[in-house]
């Protein structure tokens, strides 16, 4: 009798086990078909435990390891799941007979080695947004992923609204609003100060702090928030994250660039803001635009951190949208307010169309680990290079630029479509609440060229630079994958 390979047997048994309904205990307990897909969940203070929420209850899937370098948050979370594997090292879960693939929520700095690792350990892998830390690792993932022939999904959850935001964009391509003129991507979001330390905070004894440092410089952090010294506000350093604009940003990014069916990166881009209105310990900028300068039409995305104005609880909108997207056509536009669905409107504003209607994106992630087929994927590595890529050469704009004073900005973006009506908005954004751009100025980022089919930028080494990072041995993502 033909045998079958662990990974046939996945593919052509029907699902046995439908663990609908099971507590937490008996989900990661149940002995569970032959045929289950056997799951570890790698950092889980807090998105991760959203990763362990959607997958529980889908049919024939199964925790079988926890791995966080956080040993506290690890014996928590073990409590509430008897009987899984425990692991603070990525390297020793990857050695595990008892996993099959990986569903990974660590910073973003150690996504792509954590990937890379994961696939050529044989295993599958669905990495939260943005996958990549800079913009060659992403495309190293993307070649792992095919190298090894495994199913890597991007946590961009948009990507499986099929009955909502899918159906959007079928009917902005089929062309009911005409052209689009501007891709308009929002993150309004409040971000409070982080406050300011005094010097090097200690890191708690119960993480691993080589480890969590990973690729990353081993250096003493320079934050004490409400999170402490180690964990979420590594979002706004740029050692680890790439600020507002690669956390909620990169989902907004992504379905913008969806609707624009753009399938490489942008030829040319240019971003300016800064971190205004409060002076804290973080790097990266509060207040942004990005610039993408497609030649069919512009991708513009906003981040604000501030509200409408000094001590108000709201955030601004924009043609109905906070954290948004807005495609702007000849006929009208289109507002995607949230995961799940959108609203077409005519040129008064008046809504015309709507759709709603989202799956479970880790459900989709299983479908593809069955079928064996990238294609079957909502959101494959692919789609999360790009999106990661387009925040990632945004902010190397961002970050080779010059404090400016507005006359100086206005003058130097006043022939690119869009966008200085944008930067007016935002300059009334900002003295609402109480920005003097006269004095505090913002940071005009450097126009880049890039070339999307090498994805380097041209004529310029500094940014060229900026397209990789130093790794830290032993966590070095491989030239050769
Ligand atoms: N898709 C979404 O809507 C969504 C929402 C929130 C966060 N996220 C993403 O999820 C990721 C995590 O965000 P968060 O807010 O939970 O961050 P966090 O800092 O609160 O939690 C990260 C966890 O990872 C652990 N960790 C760090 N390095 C590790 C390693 N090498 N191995 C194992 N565990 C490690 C930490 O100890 C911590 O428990 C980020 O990339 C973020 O962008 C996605």
């Keep these: 009798m033909k045998t079958l390979s662990r990974r046939q047997f996945l593919r052509t048994t029907a699902l ?42 889908l049919p024939g899937v199964r925790l079988t390891a926890l791995c966080d370098v956080d040993a506290q948050l690890l014996a928590e979370k073990a409590r509430q799941y008897e009987g ?19 569903s990974i ?3 973003n700095h150690w996504h792509a080695l954590a990937t890379i690792w994961a696939v050529q350990a044989g295993k599958d892998v669905y990495v939260e947004k943005p996958v990549s ?32 935001i899918r159906q959007a964009v079928e009917w902005v391509k089929a062309g009911n609003l005409g052209k689009i003129n501007i891709a308009r991507g929002l993150c309004y979001k409040r971000r409070d100060s982080i406050g300011k330390t005094t010097g090097p905070a200690t890191v708690p004894a119960n993480v691993d702090y080589d480890l969590w440092c990973g690729p990353a410089p081993l250096e003493q952090p320079r ?15 740029w050692a680890y994250g790439s600020g507002d604009l690669g956390n909620q940003g990169i989902h907004q990014m992504d379905i913008a660039r969806w609707f624009l069916g753009e399938n490489q990166l942008a030829p040319r881009v240019l971003s300016l803001g800064g971190r205004l209105g409060y002076t804290d310990d973080a790097e990266t900028p509060n207040t942004q635009i990005v610039y993408q300068e497609y030649a069919a039409a512009p991708l513009i995305f906003e981040v604000r951190g501030l509200p409408q104005k000094t001590d108000a609880k709201d955030m601004d909108k ?24 959108a609203t077409a409107h005519d040129k008064d504003g008046k809504e015309i169309m709507k759709w709603s209607g989202a799956e479970n994106h880790h459900a989709n992630f299983f479908k593809a680990v069955r079928s064996r087929k990238p294609g079957d994927l909502n959101a494959d590595i692919l789609e999360g290079h790009l999106s990661s890529a387009l925040c990632h050469t945004g902010n190397i704009s961002y970050r080779l630029g010059a404090l400016k004073a507005p ?22 954004h900002l003295a609402a609440n109480g920005v003097k751009l006269e004095t505090d100025k913002i940071r005009l980022g450097l126009p880049l060229n890039f070339d999307p089919k090498t994805e380097q930028f041209t004529g310029n ?6 397209l990789k990072r130093t790794y830290r041995a032993p966590f070095i993502v491989p030239e050769k994958v």
């Design 461 to 466: 080494t500094a940014a060229n630079g900026m």
């Design 223 to 237: 934050r004490n928030g409400k999170f402490g010294p180690v964990h979420y506000d590594w979002h706004w350093f």
């Design 105 to 107: 929520a660590t910073p």
């Design 133 to 164: 830390h800079n913009v060659w690792e992403g495309r190293q993932m993307v070649a792992a992923a095919r190298k090894y022939s495994k199913i890597v999904q991007t946590g961009t959850q948009s990507r499986s609204s099929q009955q909502g």
């Design 84 to 102: 899984v594997e425990t692991h603070t090292d990525i390297r020793k879960l990857l050695e595990s007979k008892n996993v099959d693939a990986l």
């Design 16 to 57: 046995t086990t439908v663990a609908a309904g099971l507590s937490a205990r008996s989900w990661s307990q149940v002995a569970g078909a032959n045929s289950d897909i056997r799951v570890a969940v790698v950092g889980f203070r807090s998105q991760g435990s959203s990763h362990l929420a959607s997958m529980k209850g």
């Design 318 to 341: 924009y043609k109905g949208g906070s954290v948004a997207v807005i495609i702007e056509c000849e006929g009208g536009y289109v507002l995607v307010p949230n995961y799940t669905g």
């Design 407 to 428: 006359e100086e900005i206005k003058e130097a973006i006043k022939n690119q479509q869009g966008l200085d009506d944008t930067f007016g908005r935002m300059a009334e």
